[in-house]
């Protein structure tokens, strides 16, 4: 099991940036896959970046370009670095890491809101 705790969710402007943390509450070296989702109101949760295996990236066609996922293992921290922010990229952002073929666990989400 790991907890994971989201943050750096706030109000920015259109074209604005903002970098949203993950924190696990273990090592997450052995965790070959995390992402990020996000889930807007009225819509359902999507994949918005997700990082297998330390190396390679899978983006949404909606933030390619603009997002960057990436971890740092020494600090149990996965991180998204969102620039150029629009406001159709307003929702709820989850943290996720897949433990198995079975199990997957989520964060309590962050809330980010674009103001255009």
């Known amino acids: 099991q790991v907890q994971l705790v989201e943050s750096g969710g706030g109000l920015v402007q259109a074209g604005g940036s903002l970098r949203l943390s993950c924190a696990a509450s273990?090592?997450?070296?052995?965790?070959?896959?995390m992402g990020w989702y996000r889930q807007a109101p009225g819509k359902q949760r999507e994949l918005v970046a997700a990082?297998?295996?330390?190396?390679?990236?899978k983006y949404a066609d909606s933030v390619k370009g603009r997002f960057t996922i990436s971890r740092d293992n020494a600090k149990n921290t996965v991180y998204l670095q969102m620039n150029s922010l629009k406001p159709e990229d307003t929702a709820v952002y989850y943290c996720?890491?897949?433990?198995?073929?079975?199990?997957?666990?989520w964060g309590q989400g962050t809330q980010v809101t674009v103001s255009s």
């Open positions: 273990r090592s997450i070296f052995s965790i070959n896959t």
């Open positions: 990082l297998i295996s330390g190396i390679h990236t």
């Open positions: 996720n890491a897949v433990l198995s073929a079975t199990q997957v666990q």
